[in-house]
């Protein structure tokens, strides 16, 4: 776990913690006071990984079909994720009190990325050999989102 302070998310004072988990990448972004989480202000979690977190990133960006019984045992339908309930990083959103994340290459649906969003595709790897969505290609979604929401929120 890498931990630091004084990154810059929408002109906040924020801390940034790194997770490596398997193949997943997980930011979380909070603000935080002589390094403790505060949580009097909202959570922002940002989530790099395979098919453990997508949450609807390969329906979107690849328009692959993810019918049941996948969804059944949670949702009740088909959401995108490849599990038939919530998948760890839901139950994470779900500890933190924070929606569930909205995957980033979904955004054409009225996505909500208050809290933070998904980058997490199915078949993802840590090398870029001839993967679509290889954690580097993640990161450089990333990039692009926060340089956007930095842009507007200067702009509203």
């Known amino acids: 776990m890498v931990y630091v302070q ?8 924020v801390s940034l913690i790194l997770t490596l988990s398997g193949a997943v990448l997980l930011i979380i972004l909070s603000s935080s006071v002589d390094g403790q989480l505060c949580s009097t202000r909202p959570v922002h ?4 990984g395979d098919s453990n977190s ?10 692959y079909s993810v019918n049941p019984p996948n969804g059944r045992t949670f949702f009740r339908s088909s959401t995108g994720r490849l599990s ?3 998948l760890v990083i839901d139950l994470l959103c779900q500890s933190l009190n924070v929606s569930l994340l909205s995957p980033y290459l979904d955004s054409l649906a009225g996505s909500n990325f208050s809290n933070g969003a998904n980058f997490a595709v ?4 840590t090398m870029p050999k001839r993967v679509p969505f290889s954690l580097s290609i ?19």
Do not use: E, P
Request: hydrophobic content about 45%; proline content about 0%.
């Open 84 to 86: 038939d309930g919530r």
């Open 122 to 125: 199915v078949g993802s790897s």
């Open 54 to 63: 997508d949450t609807g990133g390969l329906a979107a960006g690849l328009g």
């Open 138 to 156: 993640q990161v450089m979604q990333f990039i692009h989102f926060k340089a956007t929401a930095d842009v507007l929120v200067k702009t509203s």
């Open 45 to 48: 979690i940002f989530n790099f």
């Open 6 to 13: 004084g990154l810059g998310w929408a002109d906040q004072s």
